[in-house]
């Protein structure tokens, strides 16, 4: 009777039960399930409430092939691809009991026909997922027992035979097994006999060791703590260093401490000590707001010690500066950049700084460009427009440095102001305009005003006489230091430059024509101005500093140009025309002789008498030391020609044979020169003739040269002296002598790189990044192969008998290899063919190892020649699981 009325109770659950079906298929049941069975579900698939109780919520559940209902025992069994939400929580597998009177759900395989395990249990719970062999889990205490689980825990997953997982959504595992290695059977793992997991936390384990291949090595440790964070949010640690051996001897390296001040501003502070006795501290900021800026700041310490007897060893064998060993000193290095977003109506200020000592970038490799570099710029800047105006304003601060020589320059400040162009008849005139000739003038106004401070002391001296009072010779470099720095500041030069410009409009003359007239004038402020006294005691010049100057000059223009089409339609089978794309153009410009002594821009000096003439020896000498206009007459008229060369072809994958394409044979050749009408002499300027193009969508082609149209005399010892005299002569072909010429060539070799007019992908490292020379770069393995090939020629013309001409030739190559899916080899070097030495070289080979990977680099020479192998782990979070053996030069 009781049995009666339990079903009874369940009977409309089993009515309703295809109302919430996914399916209306059926499949009978085997004989033995028939016999066991107390109440039969005929459905597919059901999602059925679950009897009250402990359930907090309803329990939804499915299954593909049967549900069996065992009514006296409280037990549900799903078979085939059974599926249970309740809550949070999610359970898959190919059989799944539900147990109402324990509370309990219990997950594991079934067997197919040839005995192979099938439907690996799969339980989800607030974010966790774990696959395991079998399951057991109870909903009210949302406590569980897991056998043979694998679970992903952030980039790490956990192998472990059994785990126990508690109500606050920790689990315990025991013979547990850590690793990055996405495989079942992983390459690697980090082995312990208990694991705890406080999921998007942490992971703990006990004593543990490393096991590579099955292999069970001796590292290990007391205990272990990793990282399991989903959502990778910052936060502050330990940065573990890496050991090995240099220049510099044994070293620990990077090790530090990372600050998580906030989301938006973090810290490293971390450093390195070599045997030695040298060391080097780094500290690096980086900052962001969103939607306003970001940035980052870094300040770096190197104290640089050298075996005094490897110094010494290398001066007597090195061939050159950069293949000896520096001395021992103290260097340090500053980078920041600042990055805002730009918004309309609002200022913009950025920043790049990239300074520090002379050798601090050779000494501290950190990439090619850096190491090659002979100079670094640095800059500050604040620059804005101002809204509903023609005006905007820059205020910056530069910076330049030189690595060789170890000039500095410095501009502090640097002011800028301009208007751009506006017309002059909107400035003057509210009415429309109406066409008129004199509504096309326009006018431009710029400012920039500027201190200039360097640390070379020029030497006194003036450029055409043999003697000043003070004079000397050499120039001086002063080390830039607390000492110097007032010397420095009172060697700066103050200037303001003043641009206006004037537009007349732009006519059409003879319909074909464009006519452009122009008026120019700059004015130049000085915070110094010379005047000069000849002392004939001495025989030399006295120079006297006045204080403010003012130079200015003005000149006016007119250019004519046109464009010429010409087209061949020649009707080929592929060719169906070629176009001559011809764009002449003359200029006139003219500007009076600021030499004149109405404009007090030049004073004429009379030092001495000339002993050969008996004739006075006077002398022009300019008042100031920079921007002075040209002391003489120019009246000058410009010439070029462009031409554009073009083919129209018809293309390859059209069947039709109606689509064509263009196909550019010349992109630009010009030709340009001037001729000045008031010049005494060499009125023909050199004439310049450059020309670039793309070929077959692979090489790119640069040529420029540079033809004298004056010939040469030599004298007795064979040397050449321009004479006022062509060098043009039609009966001998003559027409210009070539003074120097330079060709590059470069091509892109890569297997896309013909499909397409767009540069292809490459492996090639960015010159820009900062980055171990001897750790690996992002290897993209989809590419089979890269190779860009560069060839420079430069050719200038002696003009002295006894020397011969300059011919400069160097080739470049670099490029990547991938073997294989796994194998990449990437290579980049110069060989410089007129000295037949190899410049920079540099050979990378890597090597996939799914989760590991393997890279070998090899610098061949220079002062960073060595090698550096290096196996680590892929995963960021094991990023100091690693074995490096490095090799330099100097390393005994």
Not at 803 to 828: C, F, H, P
Request: charged share 20%; net charge neutral.
């Amino acid at each position: 009777m009781r049995h009666f009325l339990i079903f009874l109770l369940l009977l409309p659950l089993v009515i309703l039960a295809p109302f919430a079906a996914k399916g209306q298929g059926t499949r009978q049941l085997s004989a033995a399930r028939q016999d066991t069975a107390t109440t039969l579900a005929t459905q597919d698939s059901v999602a059925l409430a679950a009897p009250s109780g402990d359930i907090e919520a309803t329990i939804k559940y499915s299954a593909k092939d049967s549900i069996l209902f065992e009514v006296e025992r409280q037990i549900v069994h799903l078979y085939g691809d059974a599926k249970i939400n309740y809550g949070t929580m999610s359970l898959e597998a190919a059989y799944i009991e539900i147990n109402y009177e324990t509370n309990l759900l219990t997950a594991s395989t079934l067997a197919d026909s040839t005995g192979k395990a099938q439907g690996v249990p799969v339980f989800a719970d607030g974010g966790e997922t774990y696959a395991a062999k079998n399951i057991a889990y109870n909903y009210k205490t949302r406590r569980g027992r897991i056998s043979e689980v694998v679970t992903q825990q952030g980039e790490g997953y956990i192998h472990a035979e059994v785990v126990k997982r508690n109500d606050n959504n920790e689990f315990y595992g025991l013979h547990s097994r850590y690793t990055t290695c996405n495989l079942e059977h992983p390459h690697f793992y980090i082995g312990a006999e208990k694991f705890k997991v406080i999921p998007n936390s942490k992971v703990m384990s006990g004593p543990f060791n490393l096991v590579i291949g099955d292999i069970p090595t001796p590292l290990g440790f007391l205990f272990g703590l990793f990282p399991a964070s989903k959502t990778q949010k910052r936060s502050s640690g330990i940065q573990v260093p890496s050991f090995g051996e240099n220049t510099r001897g044994f070293y620990l390296q990077d090790a530090g401490y990372y600050f998580a001040w906030n989301d938006y501003v973090g810290t490293l502070i971390q450093g390195d000590i070599y045997s030695l006795g040298g060391y080097n501290i780094d500290t690096r900021t980086d900052y962001v707001k969103r939607y306003s800026y970001r940035g980052s700041l870094s300040l770096t310490y190197d104290n640089f010690k050298n075996d005094e007897a490897d110094v010494e060893r290398a001066k007597s064998t090195s061939e050159s500066i950069y293949d000896a060993l520096p001395p021992s000193q103290r260097t340090v290095w500053i980078r920041w950049s600042h990055s805002p977003v730009q918004k309309p109506g609002r200022g913009r200020f950025s920043a790049s700084v990239n300074a520090g000592s002379q050798l601090h970038q050779r000494l501290n490799y950190t990439s090619s460009a850096n190491y090659l570099s002979p100079s670094f710029n640095s800059s500050v800047s604040y620059q804005k427009t101002i809204p509903n105006s023609p005006f905007s304003y820059t205020v910056s601060a530069r910076q330049s440095q030189n690595t060789t020589t170890g000039a500095m320059d410095f501009v502090l400040p640097d002011l800028s102001m301009s208007m751009s162009t506006v017309s002059l008849y909107e400035l003057f005139s509210n009415a429309p305009a109406t066409g008129k000739w004199y509504e096309n003038f326009t006018v431009g106004y710029s400012l920039r005003a500027r201190n200039e401070v360097n640390n070379r002391i020029t030497g006194r001296r003036l450029s055409g006489v043999s003697g000043i009072i003070g004079e000397t010779v050499a120039d001086t470099t002063l080390p830039v230091n607390a000492t110097n720095l007032q010397e420095i500041w009172e060697n700066g030069k103050q200037q303001a430059d003043h641009n206006l410009s004037i537009g007349l409009g732009n006519y059409k003359i003879f319909r074909y024509f464009n006519f452009s007239p122009s008026v120019s004038y700059s004015e130049t402020w000085l915070d110094e101005k010379y005047s000069y006294r000849f002392d004939p005691d001495s025989q030399k010049v006295d120079v006297d500093t006045t204080g403010f100057g003012r130079v200015y000059q003005y000149a006016a223009g007119a250019s004519l140009s046109t464009t010429i089409y010409g087209t061949a339609y020649i009707k080929g089978k592929r060719v169906e025309a070629i176009r001559h794309l011809i764009r002449p153009s003359i200029s006139y410009n003219y500007r009076p002789d600021f030499g004149d002594a109405r404009f007090g821009f030049y004073q004429t000096l009379i030092t001495g008498v000339n002993e050969s003439t008996n004739q006075p020896r006077v002398q022009t000498l300019s008042r100031f030391r920079t921007g002075a206009p040209g002391s003489s007459l120019s009246s000058s008229m410009g010439f070029s020609i462009d031409n554009n060369l073009e083919m129209k072809v018809r293309s390859k994958s059209d069947s039709t044979e109606n689509k064509f394409e263009k196909v550019s044979l010349i992109d630009n050749l010009r030709l340009s020169s001037s001729y000045d009408f008031a010049a005494d002499s060499f009125k023909l300027a050199p004439i310049r003739l450059t020309m670039n193009t793309r070929l077959f969508k692979l090489m790119d082609v640069t040529f420029s040269s540079t033809f004298d149209p004056y010939d040469l005399e030599y004298n007795d010892a064979g040397v050449g002296r321009r004479t006022d005299a062509y060098y043009f002569d039609p009966q001998q072909f003559r027409l210009a002598r070539l003074t120097n010429a330079n060709l590059n060539l470069r091509a892109n070799l890569n297997p896309k790189a013909s499909k397409t007019d767009t540069p292809s992908p490459t492996n090639l490292p960015a010159l820009q990044q900062d980055m171990d020379p001897l750790l690996p770069e992002y290897i993209d393995f989809k590419i089979p192969w890269t190779l860009a090939v560069d060839f420079t020629l430069y050719y200038s013309k002696a003009t002295s008998l006894t020397q011969d001409d300059r011919v400069d030739k160097t080739m470049g190559i670099n490029g990547t290899l991938a073997l294989t899916e796994k194998w990449q080899i990437s290579y980049n070097g110069t060989y410089d063919i007129t000295n037949q030495n190899i410049s920079y070289a540099t050979v990378n080979i890597h090597r996939d190892l799914h989760c590991w990977d393997m890279s070998i680099s090899w610098i061949p020479f220079g002062t960073q020649r060595g090698y550096n192998m290096t196996i680590n782990a892929r995963s960021a979070l094991l990023q100091d699981l690693k074995l490096t053996k490095r090799r330099s030069r100097w390393t005994r």
